[in-house]
């Protein structure tokens, strides 16, 4: 279950959003140390949607259990419905680089992530779409806990590798260059996923 998770998570990572574009412009255009500490920023705004979906899909799962299948199915068309619009990108999408207002303060970096990760409720529409299927077989609270500690890690982890890597202009230069094939892949992946809610919505209620 958790490695299905991952997949599906760092799909929905490398997407290009809010957040991918606002960590590589400060990386691209500001500096290395500014950019992590934004990544740590939107982490934390990660971990407060997570919670909402990971604990209000559970207790729905407990509690009404036909309700948590109608959400299984409307999370599995969103994501079809997104993935279908991934695979069919056939344009680079582009991001700002312009030089920015340098700042040293650590705080508002992280401030500044969070804030841009909080104005996205989307994100929320996400992770309840991908946890819809999973969160009624949690038969402890620590279930609830590991899968809340691998959606922020790993959002920590790909967001700090984005800010190493795009600091470098090649880097930039190279994602410009390719980066509506990742947008196709992930779309594909999506879209699979998605099927497999729909599928197994249906597949309860009938």
Excluded at 77 to 86: I, P, Q, V, W
Excluded at 113 to 142: E, M, P
Excluded at 150 to 159: A, D, E, P, Q, R
């Amino acid at each position: 279950m958790l490695v299905t998770l991952f997949f599906v998570q760092l799909a929905g990572l490398v997407s290009p959003g809010p957040d991918f574009f606002y960590i590589s412009r400060r990386a691209a255009s500001s500096n290395r140390r500014n950019a992590i500490f934004a990544a740590i920023g939107i982490s934390l705004g990660i971990a407060f949607w997570a919670m909402l979906a990971v604990f209000g899909l559970g207790f729905l799962g407990k509690t009404v259990k036909p309700i948590s299948y109608i959400i299984m199915l409307l999370g599995g068309l969103f994501l079809g419905y997104t993935g279908l619009k991934m695979v069919r990108v056939t344009e680079n999408a582009q991001f700002d680089n312009r030089k920015l207002e340098q700042k040293t303060s650590a705080k508002q970096e992280i401030l500044d992530g969070l804030w841009i990760n909080l104005s996205n409720a989307k994100v929320v529409v996400f992770f309840s779409s991908i946890l819809s299927g999973y969160t009624a077989q949690f038969t402890q609270i620590s279930d609830y806990f590991i899968v809340l500690a691998m959606l922020v890690l790993s959002t920590f982890c790909y967001f700090s590798l984005v800010a190493i890597l795009f600091s470098h202009q090649k880097i930039c230069k190279f994602y410009a260059k390719y980066n509506r094939y990742i947008d196709n892949f992930s779309g594909c992946i999506f879209l699979f996923f998605g099927g497999s809610l729909v599928y197994g919505a249906v597949k309860f209620f009938m």
